[in-house]
């Protein structure tokens, strides 16, 4: 499945965020409880209204949530990137994640001590930044230099994964991490710099986690954050992990008359996790039918015949064609039947590629 990994200085708040994350709502929903894989790792439902939708028009008994994985990756300190702390376990962790949810501390409490003896996000997300890109670099650094020597005797495999690493490591030694050249990338680059499996290639998320006065307003220091992050095209999430780490046991009813209260219109978990999976790339189509309703994940840019291998591997092989509905025209025509009197049920063959929200039925040879 995919992953976000949650990092960031000691006592910003992660543990308390995945915590939240293991016991809320979302994460229960339907058949598919939070379990937990590894201790640090944990699978949470996507919440998706559309699903609810579809289920209520096409009469499904069950609805069936896909879901994301998210890693709690403990002990980076500065100096990790030199082995301090839990350092070599730490960016062997973060080696394993899709992308990386990045927390930070913009909250005041004299009660919780700041590694760093004052709050200042935007400067302990480059502390971490910082040690990432350190360990790109040694790594970059030393594997370069056989490459460079293969390119130089013409050998096929080292010219065309060269550049690319020459590319990030211009990056790197202009104190940038490597994920900024992933805008406009091409694809074959893109395989190429998955290969190398840097820390700073992978996508990052903002979460700056603030005191509960704060959470529906952010303040100064989240402030600070969406400025660096827009400035890096990334985006930011404002959360009260404190908020969060409530909400999660509450009963549903309460849980709501707690949010408003906090004038929140929804939990934040809610945002985090939508915001994750939009990090990943990651775009959802539905089956419907009447045992249940179900989203079903898929990356960005899958063609029919791998999407409908996520839901077996025999679809894919024996892919014949897709009836495909898009989610506004089932939800607007009221349905299947409708929709192919309305001559909105598309047959998509072997190239079509999956949009977001498409509703589909699969023809497969067995
Ligand atoms: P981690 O080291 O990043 O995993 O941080 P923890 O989740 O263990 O949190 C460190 C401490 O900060 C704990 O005592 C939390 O209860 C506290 N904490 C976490 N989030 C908030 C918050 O939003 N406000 C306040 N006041 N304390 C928080």
Redesign the pocket.
């Known amino acids: 499945g995919f992953k976000c990994g949650i990092v960031?200085l000691?006592?910003?708040?992660?543990?308390?965020?995945f915590n939240a994350l293991t016991k809320t709502a979302a994460a229960q929903a339907a058949n598919y409880p939070f379990c937990t894989i590894e201790p640090n790792t944990g699978e949470v439902a996507v919440p998706d209204s559309r699903l609810q939708a579809i289920a209520k028009i096409g009469k499904s008994a069950n609805i069936v949530p896909t879901r994301i994985s998210f890693v709690d990756i403990?002990g980076l300190v500065r100096g990790a990137s030199k082995g301090e702390g839990l350092g070599n376990q730490f960016l062997a962790n973060i080696r394993e994640v899709d992308a990386v949810v990045h927390?930070l501390r913009c909250?005041e409490?004299d009660d919780?001590t700041h590694v760093e003896g004052r709050i200042d996000p935007v400067s302990d997300a480059e502390t971490v930044e910082t040690e990432l890109m350190l360990s790109d670099l040694e790594s970059l650094e030393r594997r370069i230099v056989q490459f460079r020597k293969r390119a130089s005797s013409k050998d096929k495999e080292a010219l065309t994964v060269l550049p690319v690493m020459e590319q990030a490591l211009a990056l790197l030694q202009d104190g940038k991490p490597v994920r900024f050249m992933l805008n406009g990338i091409a694809a074959e680059d893109l395989l190429i710099l998955q290969s190398l499996n840097l820390l700073t290639s992978k996508p990052v998320l903002y979460v700056c986690?603030?005191?509960e006065s704060d959470a529906a307003t952010g303040n100064e220091y989240t402030e600070e954050v969406e400025e660096m992050a827009t400035k890096q095209g990334a985006e930011t999430v404002t959360i009260?992990?404190?908020i969060e780490a409530e909400v999660a046991q509450l009963p549903d009813e309460e849980a709501k008359e707690y949010l408003e209260a906090m004038n929140l219109d929804e939990p934040g978990l809610d945002r985090l996790i939508r915001a994750g999976y939009k990090l990943l790339h990651l775009i959802t189509y539905f089956t419907v039918g009447p045992k249940e309703a179900r989203a079903w994940t898929v990356e960005r840019g899958s063609k029919a015949p791998q999407a409908a291998g996520v839901i077996h591997t025999d679809f894919e092989r024996g892919f014949i064609r897709a009836q495909t509905i898009a989610y506004s025209d089932y939800v607007t025509l009221g349905g299947e039947v409708p929709a192919k009197e309305a001559g909105k049920a598309r047959d998509e063959g072997k190239e079509y590629v999956v949009q977001d929200g498409d509703i589909m039925l699969f023809r497969f040879n067995t």
Request: hydrophobic letters at 50%; a neutral charge.
């Open positions: 960031g000691p006592n910003v708040g992660k543990s308390t965020l403990a927390v909250f409490d919780i986690n603030v005191a009260s992990a404190a």
